[in-house]
Structure formats: structure tokens, C-alpha cells
T-cell receptor
Framework: AQRVTQPEKLLSVFKGAPVELKCNYS??????LFWYVQYSRQRLQLLLR??SRESIKGFTADLNKGETSFHLKKPFAQEEDSAMYYC?????????FGAGTRLTVKP | KAGVTQTPRYLIKTRGQQVTLSCSPI?????VSWYQQTPGQGLQFLFE???????NKGNFPGRFSGRQFSNSRSEMNVSTLELGDSALYLC???????????FGSGTRLTVV
């Protein structure tokens, strides 16, 4: 079965602290994994793709096939990072989204 | 370039009516997918279209249908509306799903 799990609905950190948003998946194959972000009153947008191995706005995500995880990390959180973050997996049939994690970065 | 455009932005319908939502993808994108977003269920997959063909369908009743035209524009239709159909309906386009999606702003449907 194709499944994406984001165990934390809410995550709060202080500005300048490291942040890690967890994502675990189940999929029988080689997954294409993504992180999407939705800032307040903005549309949902693609943050990064695992295949690109890129860093966007200081965020990185590494695919760990052994642990079936794709956690999103940033070493120093900023207040403008406060948003809703969704992990997603493109599988055989569709793009499956996790339930999302609301990140709040406090000043 | 223009983004993904969804119309209308807001709709209020009564139970039993039907509704049609429209999505214009980014120029050159042939893949269009639809999602229903609610606070309780999150993002639920409805359909995926590619070059006018429905490639995949989510686990929704037959009251939910869609289509894609030759210019890649897509519509979805919900017949015999129920209160539980109240949601934000999102359209996403891409060159192909594995490249990632560009989302529209959504259509907020309220069924009363």
C-alpha cells in the first residue's frame, strides 16, 4: 500500500533553532518524494523534490530507503518558515499526501 | 508565465444540485490532477488526467466525475451534492507527476 505518514500535526521551535519535520512512507517500489509548503493565505507550492537533491530556502531532505523516511531539515529556523508542510509520494496511481505538519517559528 | 487558474473561487450550492469546477493548467502542462481538501481528511486524491485521458481515479463515489479537453483545461463535476462535499477543491498541473505539481488557489465549495 502507498502511504505517507507525518507523525507531528504541530511543531513549534524558536527562531535560530534547528528544525526537522518527519515523514515516513510505505511503498513497494522506488518512490518519488516531495515536500510541499503552504504559507498563510497562499496556495500550496512545491518546496523540493528528493531527486533534485537541492536545498531550497535552507531546507534539505534526504531519502533514507532503509528507514523509509524523507525528513525535512533546516539548521536555523526563521519566522518566515512558519507554514503548513506536506510530504508527498508519487507512486503507481497518484500523488499521495501526508496529513501535514504545522510549523510555528517563535521569535 | 501564468499559473494554474481555477474558477470560480467560491461557490455556494444547495443539497441535490450539481456543480462544475474549472481548471486551466500552466501552458505546456498536460497532466492535471484534482484533490479535495478538508480539515478532517486533508488532501484526498480525486482524479488524474493526462492528454485528455483519465489516468487514475481516487476512492470517491460516481457522483464525482471529470474530463480534460484538448487544450489541457480540465473540469470536474459533482452531481447530487451532499453536505459532506463542502471542501476546498484543488487542481494541480505538471509536465508529468514525477516532476511535482503546481497548484491552483482552489475552489471553495459550500453545500447548504
Amino acid at each position: 500500500a502507498q502511504r505517507v505518514t507525518q507523525p507531528e500535526k504541530l511543531l513549534s521551535v524558536f527562531k535560530g533553532a534547528p528544525v526537522e519535520l518527519k515523514c515516513n512512507y510505505s511503498y513497494s517500489g522506488s518512490p518519488e518524494l516531495f515536500w510541499y509548503v503552504q504559507y498563510s493565505r497562499q496556495r500550496l507550492q512545491l518546496l523540493l523534490r528528493h531527486i533534485s537533491r537541492e536545498s531550497i530556502k535552507g531546507f534539505t531532505a534526504d531519502l533514507n530507503k532503509g528507514e523509509t523516511s524523507f525528513h525535512l531539515k533546516k539548521p536555523f529556523a526563521q519566522e518566515e518558515d512558519s507554514a503548513m508542510y506536506y510530504c508527498a509520494l508519487s507512486g503507481h496511481n497518484d500523488m499521495r499526501f501526508g496529513a501535514g505538519t504545522r510549523l510555528t517559528v517563535k521569535p | 508565465k501564468a499559473g494554474v487558474t481555477q474558477t470560480p473561487r467560491y461557490l455556494i450550492k444547495t443539497r441535490g444540485q450539481q456543480v462544475t469546477l474549472s481548471c486551466s493548467p500552466i501552458s505546456g502542462h498536460r497532466s492535471v490532477s484534482w484533490y479535495q481538501q478538508t480539515p478532517g481528511q486533508g488532501l484526498q486524491f480525486l482524479f488524474e488526467y493526462f492528454s485528455e485521458t483519465q489516468r487514475n481515479k481516487g476512492n470517491f463515489p460516481g457522483r464525482f466525475s471529470g474530463r480534460q479537453f484538448s487544450n489541457s483545461r480540465s473540469e470536474m463535476n459533482v452531481s447530487t451534492l451532499e453536505l459532506g462535499d463542502s471542501a476546498l477543491y484543488l487542481c494541480a498541473s505538471s509536465r508529468d507527476r514525477d516532476y511535482g505539481y503546481t497548484f491552483g488557489s482552489g475552489t471553495r465549495l459550500t453545500v447548504v
